[in-house]
Nanobody, 115 residues
Framework: QVQLAESGGGFVQPGGSLRLSCAAS????????MGWYRQAPGKQRELVAT???????NYVLSVKGRFTISRDNAKNTVYLQMNSLKPEDTAVYYC?????????WGQGTQVTVSS
């Protein structure tokens, strides 16, 4: 069983920054990709950013240039540095891990951007 422990969410004013972390533990096989998704109230869950085992990254257009995803393979941890946050970034952010043994999700961490 794989567990994903997310941290780093919170409340921030527009223009501020937050850093999300997601540590994977448990029995897992080859990790193919890790990433972050988000779901705002009344909206569908959407991809925010992903990073492959080779370090290739992908971002939703709305966060390009503001968010940076990175990964520490030795720690099975993925990070999301979020800068220049906007009210529309408010959502529950979910960590995702895709491996040869399955697809796993974290519990989610709330990010609120408001003045």
């Amino acid at each position: 069983q794989v567990q994903l422990a997310e941290s780093g969410g919170g409340f921030v004013q527009p223009g501020g920054s937050l850093r999300l972390s997601c540590a994977a533990s448990g029995r897992m096989f080859s990790i193919k990709e890790m990433g972050w998704y988000r779901q705002a109230p009344g909206k569908q869950r959407e991809l925010v950013a992903t990073i492959t085992d080779g370090g290739n990254t992908n971002y939703v257009l709305s966060v390009k240039g503001r968010f940076t995803i990175s990964r520490d393979n030795a720690k099975n941890t993925v990070y999301l540095q979020m800068n220049s946050l906007k009210p529309e970034d408010t959502a529950v952010y979910y960590c995702n891990l895709w491996s040869t043994s399955g697809d796993y999700w974290g519990q989610g961490t709330q990010v609120t951007v408001s003045s």
